[in-house]
């Protein structure tokens, strides 16, 4: 059979290099969203700007209530399913994501930071806290995603909730 030559040589060849181009421009597209959704998975600086901005407006609150309060508050993190395969290709389920964070309260600031980075500025969540100069504030360090706020008539105080 015959079969009729749709392109020349010339053309047959601009369109391979088309398509090779093109398929290139497709799999960089596709490496850098996968790369940038693999980095919002494992960071850390939503789960930290989200703690101080809820941590604050709370403290905020509480020094704008007028009668006494006890709150306390805890922190879990999201929790990511991974799944793995042993060697025998049975399937493994591991459910492992908590955030363990320093929350560092500082006259009217709250600063949200990984344990051991204090020092790195760009780990920092910093926020700020509307403090009630009437009401005495106990500046202190939390070291754990639980916490509670003790406000009397003078004073606030925020504790580790054990």
């Given at each position: 059979?015959?079969f009729?030559?749709?392109?020349?040589?010339k053309?047959?060849?601009?369109?391979?290099i088309?398509?090779?181009?093109?398929?290139?421009?497709?799999?960089?597209?596709a490496?850098t969203?996968?790369v940038y959704?693999?980095?919002?998975v494992?960071?850390?600086r939503?789960?930290?700007e989200?703690?101080?901005?809820?941590?604050?407006?709370?403290?905020?609150?509480v020094?704008?209530?007028?009668?006494?309060?006890?709150?306390?508050?805890?922190?879990?993190?999201p929790?990511?399913?991974?799944?793995?395969?042993?060697?025998?290709n049975?399937e493994?389920?591991?459910?492992?994501?908590?955030f363990?964070?320093?929350?560092?309260?500082?006259?009217?600031?709250?600063?949200?930071?990984?344990?051991?980075k204090?020092?790195d500025?760009?780990?920092?969540?910093?926020?700020?806290?509307?403090?009630?100069?009437?009401?005495?504030?106990?500046?202190?360090?939390?070291?754990?995603?639980?916490?509670?706020?003790?406000?009397?008539?003078?004073q606030l105080?925020v504790?580790?909730?054990?």
């Amino acid at each position: 059979m015959y079969f009729k030559k749709r392109f020349s040589k010339k053309a047959e060849t601009s369109l391979i290099i088309y398509v090779i181009i093109v398929l290139l421009i497709v799999i960089l597209i596709a490496v850098t969203l996968w790369v940038y959704i693999d980095n919002i998975v494992n960071n850390k600086r939503f789960e930290r700007e989200f703690l101080a901005r809820d941590i604050s407006l709370l403290t905020t609150t509480v020094f704008s209530s007028p009668n006494d309060i006890v709150l306390a508050y805890s922190y879990k993190g999201p929790q990511i399913e991974q799944k793995t395969l042993n060697k025998d290709n049975s399937e493994l389920l591991q459910v492992t994501r908590e955030f363990n964070f320093i929350y560092d309260f500082r006259q009217n600031l709250l600063s949200v930071y990984e344990p051991g980075k204090e020092n790195d500025e760009t780990n920092k969540a910093i926020f700020y806290i509307l403090e009630d100069k009437a009401i005495l504030f106990s500046e202190k360090k939390i070291e754990q995603n639980s916490m509670k706020f003790i406000k009397d008539n003078v004073q606030l105080q925020v504790e580790q909730n054990d």
